[in-house]
């Protein structure tokens, strides 16, 4: 069930992604630079559906990690990506290549391989203390790295940059989100009482300004690349390392599911780095992403 939930959550992620973008890509650059852009989008019923749906989205994101692992969920919801191809040809006439459809290829079958392979297995509900503060010092002081050294470059490694740090923030989101949907069985007030539901509103809120940060650079492929891959790699060593989770009982097995991850990066990182239509991104498109960042937080 959670990999079903994974796989409507990524649909419904792509479905938000492609409906903002073919609203925000009908305004003209100046526009998306001005204030009150996102109250003039907000007007239009279809950007305010992309919306809804990236909501949805969260909640099966939510329900799949309350009920799977997060070295599972995780790497799922990359295939958004891969869903907003016939998504945007149908509702965009965008047209994909034979480089994005070959891409595309690789990320289904390697995240295949890696959930056949990989075998995931254990996992508890929630991490120690201890594993909860070496996670967020070792994300913390990263992620402060990473800004700093983006300060006063070119657009294309800050974008990089910023977000390498927001991959790490969306992996870290997603074990608080797991840890906080766990606490539901107690009721709403176990909740609200709990520590890391304001854990998670203060690293969603961080997550969500570098991701804006990174695409306002207006270096769309590094940025939009970084945060892919980091954000399920992070999620991976979260879920073995804090919430032990395991990915096979053999070395070679583990190994085999490392591979088979690693080629699906890849082919992320192609799709992230191609345009719609083959042409340069808009200040619109890029407008879009920096409004729809918030999904994955």
């Known amino acids: 069930m959670a990999v079903v ?40 019923p279809q950007w305010l559906a992309g919306i809804a749906a990236d ?9 799949a990690l309350g009920l799977g692992r997060i070295v599972v969920v995780q790497p799922l919801l990359a295939t958004s990506v891969v869903f907003a191809l016939p998504l945007g040809a149908w509702l965009n006439g965008q047209r994909t290549g034979r480089r994005e459809l070959l891409a595309a290829t690789l990320v289904t079958a390697g995240l295949a391989v890696f959930l056949v392979v990989g075998d995931p ?5 929630d991490a120690t203390p201890a594993a909860w503060l070496i996670a967020g010092a070792l994300i913390g002081a990263a992620c402060a790295l ?3 050294a983006a300060a006063g470059r070119a657009p294309a490694p800050r974008a990089a940059l910023l977000g390498t740090a927001t ?6 989101s997603a074990a608080l989100t797991k840890a906080t949907v766990e606490r539901l069985d107690d009721g709403v007030l176990a909740v609200v009482g709990d520590w890391h539901l304001y854990a998670l509103a ?26 892919m891959v980091l954000d399920p790699v992070a999620s991976l060593l979260l879920g073995v390392f804090a919430f032990a989770e395991r990915l096979h009982e053999t070395a070679a097995g583990v190994a085999a599911s490392l591979a088979a991850l690693a080629v ?10 191609a345009q719609p239509g083959g042409q340069p991104s808009s200040e619109g498109a890029s407008a879009t992403k920096r409004a729809a960042v918030w999904r994955r937080a």
């Open 146 to 148: 990473l800004v700093a």
């Open 202 to 227: 203060v690293v969603g809120y961080a997550s969500m300004a570098l991701g804006q940060a990174s695409l306002q650079t207006g270096a769309l492929a590094p940025a939009v690349a970084t945060q």
């Open 55 to 63: 909501a949805g989205g969260f909640v099966c994101q939510a329900a």
């Open 5 to 44: 939930l994974a796989l409507a959550a990524a649909l419904l992620f792509a479905l938000g992604t492609v409906l903002q973008q073919r609203v925000a890509a009908a305004a003209s650059g100046a526009d998306a630079m001005k204030a009150g852009f996102l109250v003039r989008l907000a007007r239009q």
């Open 167 to 172: 991959g790490l923030l969306f992996g870290l």
């Open 264 to 273: 699906m990066l890849g082919g992320l990182v192609v799709l992230a780095a």
């Open 121 to 125: 297995s254990g996992g508890r509900d």
